[in-house]
């Protein structure tokens, strides 16, 4: 439904948009009002108790749909970040990014946010689940290749046999990557990864999805914001090691037309946990635009028991900039769902 500001007035937002493998990301570069908190998680809580229609605003149609995908930066906690920020989707705020970070090396490294250095520029990057290590490949003074660090990865629960209803028992695992995934070839559902129309690839990950957040909590070591299943990904069949395709259907029945970077690096702590792929060793993995992340285990991580550290690189380019307009005589100027039936609409 429409959502009207309580303070009428004429509001504007700059943006940049780009895209990693062709999954948005629109940063906003002005007008966003400062937000309470200290840390990022804290003014995560703000954003969205009083300015979370701006993120409507920013995502949903008319000027977003509901795949979009948002950045918002913050004030940083820790002095020698380049950078913090919000990631923002058609439900509300992830955790963590990896498709975003990957488009904010490059922002960062054009906009001289830092001293640019070649052949690589480093610098941190703080995200809602922590700091993230951003390595920047530069040539002749242009990015071609960002690589992030993310924060520890690890499995939450390994064989998780789940009562999904239209399709039975189904075996899963939950690994944490930036954020917790349900992870499993879509094979085990009764779908060909690749023959399967994606709407029903979708809806089974969104059923797989809702039934666990249903009947299982999940706690974060550390930090209870982030204690949540943000989504299913949904693999192929190869075998480790090889080049893997995955679908990621997040918050809301969100899709990501990029492998997903917190999704690749869940995948590749997985796949250290089972033994399959050891310190240093790689895969690549694509998603539904067809283009590669790589990803990488770099190193065990000590603070967590069984937490590994992954690299995840790709590439992100430009697509345009503007200034958003919300007038505060619209109805409709703080963004909309798409209803699926014109009943919606009128009740």
Same mark, same amino acid.
């Given at each position: 439904?429409?959502?009207?500001?309580?303070?009428?007035?004429?509001?504007?937002?700059?943006? #940049?948009?780009?895209?990693?493998?062709?999954?948005? /990301?629109?940063?906003?570069?002005?007008?966003?009002?400062?937000?309470?908190?200290?840390?990022?998680?804290?003014?995560?809580?703000?954003?969205?108790?009083? *300015?979370?229609?701006?993120?409507?605003?920013?995502? %949903?149609?008319?000027?977003?749909?509901?795949?979009?995908?948002?950045?918002?930066?913050?004030?940083?906690?820790?002095?020698?970040?380049?950078?913090?920020? %919000?990631?923002?989707?058609?439900?509300? $705020?992830?955790?963590?990014?990896?498709?975003?970070?990957?488009? %904010?090396?490059?922002?960062?490294?054009?906009?001289?946010?830092?001293?640019?250095?070649?052949?690589?520029?480093?610098?941190?990057?703080?995200?809602?689940?922590?700091?993230?290590?951003?390595?920047?490949?530069?040539?002749?003074?242009?990015?071609?290749?960002?690589?992030?660090?993310?924060?520890?990865?690890?499995?939450?629960?390994?064989?998780?046999?789940?009562?999904?209803?239209? *399709?039975?028992?189904?075996?899963?695992?939950?690994? $944490?990557?930036?954020?917790?995934?349900?992870?499993?070839?879509?094979?085990?559902?009764?779908?060909?990864?690749?023959?399967?129309?994606?709407?029903?690839?979708?809806?089974?990950?969104?059923? %797989?999805?809702?039934?666990?957040?249903?009947?299982?909590?999940?706690?974060?070591?550390?930090?209870?914001?982030?204690?949540?299943?943000?989504?299913?990904?949904?693999?192929?069949?190869?075998?480790?090691?090889?080049?893997?395709?995955?679908?990621?259907? *997040?918050?809301?029945?969100?899709?990501?037309?990029?492998?997903?970077?917190?999704? #690749?690096?869940?995948?590749?702590?997985?796949?250290?946990?089972?033994?399959?792929?050891?310190?240093?060793?790689?895969?690549?993995?694509?998603?539904?635009?067809?283009?590669?992340?790589?990803?990488? /285990?770099?190193?065990?991580?000590?603070?967590?028991?069984?937490?590994?550290?992954?690299?995840?690189?790709?590439?992100? $380019?430009?697509?345009?900039?503007?200034?958003?307009?919300?007038?505060?005589?619209?109805?409709?100027?703080?963004? *909309?769902?798409?209803?699926?039936?014109?009943?919606?609409?009128?009740?």
């Amino acid at each position: 439904m429409p959502i009207h500001d309580p303070v009428p007035r004429r509001l504007e937002l700059d943006y #940049v948009d780009m895209h990693t493998a062709g999954e948005p /990301v629109r940063i906003v570069t002005r007008g966003y009002p400062d937000l309470a908190g200290e840390t990022v998680l804290e003014q995560r809580r703000d954003a969205k108790g009083r *300015f979370d229609r701006l993120r409507r605003a920013m995502m %949903l149609e008319p000027r977003g749909h509901a795949g979009m995908y948002g950045v918002i930066p913050v004030r940083p906690a820790l002095p020698a970040s380049a950078m913090a920020v %919000l990631f923002t989707h058609n439900e509300g $705020y992830s955790t963590m990014c990896g498709h975003a970070t990957v488009a %904010l090396g490059r922002y960062v490294v054009d906009a001289k946010l830092v001293p640019v250095v070649e052949p690589i520029t480093r610098f941190t990057i703080e995200a809602p689940c922590g700091p993230l290590a951003l390595s920047c490949a530069v040539q002749d003074g242009k990015v071609t290749n960002v690589a992030f660090e993310s924060v520890p990865a690890f499995v939450h629960a390994r064989d998780l046999s789940v009562a999904v209803e239209g *399709f039975g028992r189904v075996l899963c695992d939950i690994a $944490y990557g930036g954020a917790y995934y349900a992870i499993l070839p879509s094979s085990r559902m009764g779908l060909d990864f690749f023959a399967a129309p994606v709407e029903d690839l979708v809806a089974a990950a969104g059923a %797989l999805t809702d039934t666990i957040r249903s009947g299982m909590t999940i706690r974060h070591p550390t930090e209870p914001d982030l204690g949540f299943l943000y989504g299913t990904i949904f693999t192929d069949d190869a075998p480790a090691g090889e080049e893997s395709w995955n679908l990621c259907v *997040f918050a809301e029945r969100q899709i990501d037309r990029s492998p997903t970077g917190s999704g #690749v690096t869940a995948r590749m702590a997985l796949d250290h946990a089972r033994g399959l792929v050891g310190l240093g060793q790689g895969r690549v993995f694509r998603g539904i635009s067809g283009e590669p992340f790589s990803g990488r /285990v770099t190193r065990a991580d000590p603070t967590l028991a069984g937490a590994v550290r992954v690299e995840v690189s790709g590439m992100a $380019y430009y697509a345009g900039r503007g200034t958003f307009v919300i007038e505060p005589e619209d109805p409709l100027g703080y963004g *909309f769902d798409l209803a699926r039936r014109f009943g919606d609409v009128r009740s």
